[in-house]
């Protein structure tokens, strides 16, 4: 008896050294690579299964465990200033039924001695800020961090336009923190994701990590392209306005902060659960994500008698709301070899119906995720559609009845398409076929790149056709595209003559592309638009690129080592060069323009404004277009504009200035008639 109680003991302490290392990798996971292995309520079951453990064995607490400090999201040369928080940045307890949100509730009003208001709100599913305000002036904006330092992405976070610079007003305390959650909406995230695919870059799991990522970033061009937003939800400081939260947040709303309208306050529990069971549902149609409910008590005397523990308020609690998830088979895993080499497994489920749509394939990431999950073919497997577009596997409910070794599954070591031994990407958690040029995907991949809207533009060559040519042999790489004929086209099923021609047609107008756009679609990795550009503009030709020194690349604005050697790379493959040299007797563009040398004067002397959005170019070729041409991009309507390129959805403000000045739109359309562009 004696020796067994000893072992279980031995047994616990185990466990909690093991517990503890793993949600420390896992808060790494989360907060720093924003590539969370597990679920959140996977994660919370262990982190409470350590908290129990560490209860019955004070013997071994230490300040260190993660029980006792939230997870860090501070990057070490993250190139951003690391300021101490003023009110540690604290986490919130979460619950994830009634019962529990009832206990919380019975503990606070005993403690009390009085039932409490209680504020309800939506709990917002991004990462948290803290926005410090000095005399009406936003001057920093720091992240969590590890709670009691966080990161000053003031500069990102300027690009959010729901977040006031100044305030101009005199009600208003000289110094406040006010803190919320930036967060991605749903439709930036899919069109960000959309062009990550495009590019063959991972994938965001969800609008969180794409927030996280996004305000990490050390270039806030990129960040307000991908257009964050922030909703906040807690005023802090001295002088405050008002003597409960609630009023506090509708102060913040008069100062132009944007302050969630789903909030209640509530007088019994009912009315919480009216509040939850409401937003359970109607969260399906807001345009950010949510994962839950925050319940907070409102009066703010009451909140410091609560105080707070290491980690969370006592006066708050999250309620979070159930992932919409299916128990299914895993019934096979299979490859999909991607433009660049990529080899990305994929999960053949027996179908299910999740949210709506049936489900059958979910991407299994990589072969860590695999293994992390310790995933076989023939498990029984939990499939979850919760903040996530893509369908995903959280965990494995049984194993296959399969035993011995070939149960385990082992990652392809050939590539499933070609047969060529894998390598992996020593910087990525990514296996690839190394075979470039003769792999079917990769060779038809990149020559549907090269074709795509936003590099040759070249019409008709949809990816089936593109099958189809390429099975005959006709189409092997993407200079094949300049030696097709009108017959070889013209007697492929479903097309004729006439698609026959309209290709060629469009074929022979991508000769006029030029030269940044021919460099992005090469299909150099790690070579997208936006360095595509800049590559032109320091490098104006081929040749020069080609023959350029690494030392000389990383020169280049947002060319670090890894574009660097993979451009040096591109260049010294013989096929490469081969290739360019076809493209170069096609008549492609392979130089590019003088920065200085204008293609028309057809603009100067004109101010143009931008406004709203366009379908055939996006608003950074826009302004390059109309300085190409002479003319001057500016900002803001006045009397001096000449006239607006108007898009869909213009600017209220701006179409009444525009009236009221009598300044003329102009149409995407009318635009490139002026400037006679025909790509
Ligand atoms: S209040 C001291 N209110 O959830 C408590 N937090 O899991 C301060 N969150 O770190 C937080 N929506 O990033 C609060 N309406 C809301 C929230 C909210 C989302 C986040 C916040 C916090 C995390 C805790």
Not at 75 to 87: P, S
Not at 234 to 239: A, R, S
Not at 248 to 270: K, M, P, Y
Not at 558 to 584: C, H, M, P, W
Request: net charge negative.
């Amino acid at each position: 008896m004696q020796l067994d109680l000893f072992s279980d003991t031995d047994n616990e302490q185990e466990q909690i050294r093991s517990l503890r290392k793993e949600l420390e990798e896992m808060n790494y996971q989360y907060y720093v690579l924003d590539q969370p292995t597990i679920s959140d309520k996977a994660f919370d079951e262990k982190m409470r299964r350590l908290q129990d453990l560490e209860a019955r064995h004070p013997e071994m607490a230490d300040p260190k465990s993660p029980t006792q400090h939230v997870g860090s999201d501070l990057q070490k040369n993250g190139g951003f200033e690391q300021v101490a928080h003023r009110y540690p940045m604290l986490s919130l307890a979460n619950t994830y039924s009634e019962e529990e949100v009832h206990s919380w509730y019975e503990r606070v009003r005993k403690d009390l001695g009085t039932a409490p208001e209680i504020v309800a709100e939506l709990k917002f599913d991004g990462l948290s800020i803290s926005l410090w305000y000095e005399n009406g002036e936003l001057v920093r904006a720091v992240t969590r961090g590890d709670g009691v330092r966080g990161d000053d992405v003031i500069q990102n976070v300027k690009t959010i336009k729901t977040i006031p610079w100044h305030i101009e007003r005199t009600d208003i305390p000289a110094s406040f923190e006010i803190r919320g959650e930036i967060l991605l909406p749903w439709k930036n995230f899919e069109r960000l994701n959309r062009e990550r695919e495009e590019q063959e870059e991972p994938l965001f799991a969800n609008p969180r990590n794409a927030a996280a990522g996004t305000l990490k970033l050390q270039n806030p061009g990129i960040v307000k392209s991908r257009g964050l937003d922030a909703y906040l939800y807690y005023l802090l400081g001295e002088n405050l306005p008002g003597t409960t939260h609630y009023d506090n947040l509708q102060a913040a709303r008069s100062w132009g902060f944007q302050v969630s309208d789903a909030i209640r306050r509530c007088a019994t529990l009912e009315e919480v659960m009216q509040f939850i069971a409401y937003w359970d549902i109607e969260r399906k149609h807001l345009p950010v994500a949510t994962d839950g409910i925050v319940l907070k008590v409102n009066d703010l005397k009451q909140q410091s008698i609560l105080g707070f523990t290491a980690k969370t308020p006592r006066w708050a609690i999250a309620y979070k709301f159930q992932a919409e998830k299916q128990l299914t088979v895993l019934k096979k895993i299979t490859y999909q070899v991607g433009r660049t080499g990529v080899v990305t497994p994929v999960a053949n489920l027996e179908p299910v119906l999740l949210s709506g749509t049936t489900v059958q394939r979910a991407t299994l990431h990589n072969a860590d995720f695999i293994a992390q999950l310790g995933l076989r073919e023939g498990d029984s497997v939990w499939v979850e559609k919760g903040g996530e577009i893509i369908p995903k596997i959280t965990a494995v409910e049984k194993h296959s009845d399969l035993t011995g070794l070939q149960a385990d599954f082992r990652f392809a070591t050939h590539c499933p398409e070609c047969g060529t031994p894998l390598q992996r990407d020593p910087e990525q958690a990514a296996w690839y076929c190394p075979n470039e040029d003769g792999c079917p995907p990769q060779q038809k991949g990149k020559i549907e790149h090269f074709v795509s809207r936003k590099t040759m533009n070249i019409e008709g060559l949809g990816s089936e056709t593109i099958d189809l040519l390429y099975a005959q042999g006709l189409l092997r790489d993407i200079a094949d595209i300049y030696a097709l004929q009108a017959e070889d086209i013209a007697k492929q099923e479903r097309l004729g003559q006439k698609s026959a021609q309209n290709i060629l047609e469009s074929v022979e107008q991508s000769k006029k592309v030029p030269f940044a756009r021919v460099l992005f679609a090469l299909g150099i990795r790690f070579v997208g638009e936006t360095t595509a550009k800049k590559l032109a503009k320091a490098f104006p030709s081929i040749d020069l690129l080609a023959n350029a020194p690494k030392e000389a690349l990383v020169m280049t604005e947002d060319v670090g080592e890894q574009i660097a050697e993979s451009i040096r790379q591109y260049f010294t493959k013989e096929s490469n060069r081969t290739l360019i040299e076809r493209l170069r007797n096609d008549g492609l563009q392979l130089t590019g323009e003088s920065n200085n040398i204008l293609k028309s004067n057809i603009l100067t002397g004109k101010s143009i404004v931008i406004s709203g959005t366009f379908s055939r170019h996006n608003r950074d070729e826009y302004k390059a277009l109309i300085e190409e041409n002479g003319g001057k991009n500016v900002g803001s309507v006045s009397a001096k504009t000449s006239f607006i390129l108007a898009g869909e959805n213009m600017g209220p403000q701006k179409l009444e200035k525009a009236q009221k000045l009598g300044i003329a739109l102009v149409s995407e359309e009318e635009f490139l008639q002026m400037i006679e562009e025909k790509i």
